[in-house]
């Protein structure tokens, strides 16, 4: 198949996370498979060398962008960008794909201008962006945002693709009708494991991006009351990015705590150190507002470690499959959930790290999610 994703961020941005890692590692494993992958993506934080290149079989495209809206605006414009360019390269292009897909758009008419491909299967990913909590926090500038721009667009496609159940859900929200199939992120599961459990300390670890819409401070505030009361037997190690300025509030909010008891290990980016941090942790934690699918939640489960989240994390579904424990974000609810871990037996939290090792495996290992995507895209609609 030939197969083209639009995608605001790709691999080369001078950022890492979740949305390029899930667009990348699909594209690159389509082309594994022998298919003929191509990226559109921006230039948005990335050093602009080349427009046109290859990296690991996928032919990437660069475009130019510009800003749509002044920085005045009470619309969000840092990533609202047109891409310099795109309407003609479309038209010179219109029958050279079989498949389109549109992810990570930050464009008001990217939805729109890629109906044009008309021979093409069109697949929109929201990965999350319709979750009403995402909708609360950006307030009635996302909402109209969504109501009149996003939604018509999203109509014109022959499918709607959600990460989770969660997702499909939040679809019925905005009376889409078009057909929709659930496929996850995927997520490299490691057949060796190092870690091991000992009942003398249970392990708790953040990790991703360090921001208060991902409930940092309520997890931290939390492990404060957990110290004052006096129990013993755990530590927690946060990792991922974090802002500048925000480096010497949270040492401040960890040194309150118990510099001992919890360590902040700075930003990890290279892929045996992170197996290795999440190897050698039992619970992983992200009591989060919202999320689309959380791949460092996935990587936690795949290295067995239970799971502390909230319905926010669009997660519920399988967490309460025997995983982990789904939590409110605030404080109390999250000290509750780590006082449920701290006073289970080391057997039972075993089986918990283990359902979640294999949920890992069975749903959100690439094979399956690749194959999931070549039965979809093959004209074969995948029943939910």
């Known amino acids: 198949m030939r197969i083209l994703f639009f995608s605001f961020f790709y691999k080369g941005a001078k950022f890492s996370g979740g949305p390029i890692y899930s667009v990348s590692s699909l594209a690159e494993r389509l082309a594994d498979r022998g298919h003929e992958v191509h990226v559109v993506t921006s ?56 498949v389109v897909i549109v992810r990570n758009t930050y464009h008001p008419h ?28 950006g307030k009635w500038k996302k909402y109209l945002y969504l109501k009149f721009i996003e939604i018509p667009s999203i109509r014109k496609f022959d499918y709607i693709v959600c990460l989770t159940p969660r997702e499909k859900h939040d679809y019925k929200f905005w009376k889409l009708k078009n057909d929709t199939v659930i496929i996850p992120n995927g997520i490299d599961v490691p057949s060796d494991f190092k870690g091991q459990y000992t009942s003398e300390e249970i392990r708790f670890c953040y990790f991703g991006r360090v921001h208060s819409s991902k409930g940092i401070y309520e997890l931290l505030e939390a ?40 360590q902040f ?47 926010g994390s669009n997660m519920g579904e399988y967490v309460n499959r025997g995983c982990g424990i789904i939590c409110e974000k605030n404080a109390e609810s999250i000290l509750k959930s780590i006082k449920s871990i ?15 090792h294999n949920l890992a495996l069975s749903e959100f290992n690439w094979g399956r999610v690749v194959d999931k995507f070549e039965i979809l895209s093959n004209s074969t609609f995948l029943k939910t």
């Not at 021979?119 to 995402?134: F, H, P, T, V």
């Not at 404060?224 to 909010?253: D, H, P, Q, T, Y």
Request: with cysteine.
């Open 43 to 98: 230039d948005y934080c990335r050093e602009l060398s080349k427009l046109f290149y290859i990296d690991n079989g996928v032919t990437i495209h660069v475009f130019k962008t510009r800003s749509l809206v002044p920085e005045w605006s009470p619309v969000k414009s840092e990533m609202l960008r047109t891409y310099v360019g795109l309407n003609d390269w479309i038209e010179q292009h219109n029958d050279d794909f079989d």
């Open 342 to 356: 701290l006073r289970m037996k080391p057997a039972d939290l075993d089986k918990m790290k283990e359902v979640s």
């Open 265 to 311: 290990k700075g930003c990890i980016t290279d892929p045996q150190e992170k197996a290795d941090f999440l190897q050698a942790s039992d619970v992983f934690l992200l009591p989060t507002v919202a999320e689309g699918m959380s791949v460092a939640m996935l990587e936690a489960m795949a290295n067995r470690n239970a799971i502390i989240t909230t319905e």
């Open 110 to 137: 990217l939805s729109d201008i890629v109906c044009n491909f008309k021979n093409a299967k069109k697949l929109y990913y929201g990965a999350g962006e319709l979750n009403w909590n995402r909708v609360l926090i």
């Open 223 to 262: 492990f404060m009351l957990l110290k004052k009361s006096g129990i013993e037997g755990w530590s927690l190690r946060i990792a991922g990015s974090v802002e500048e300025s925000e480096v010497e509030f949270l040492n401040s909010k960890i040194e309150a705590i118990d510099s001992h008891l919890i």
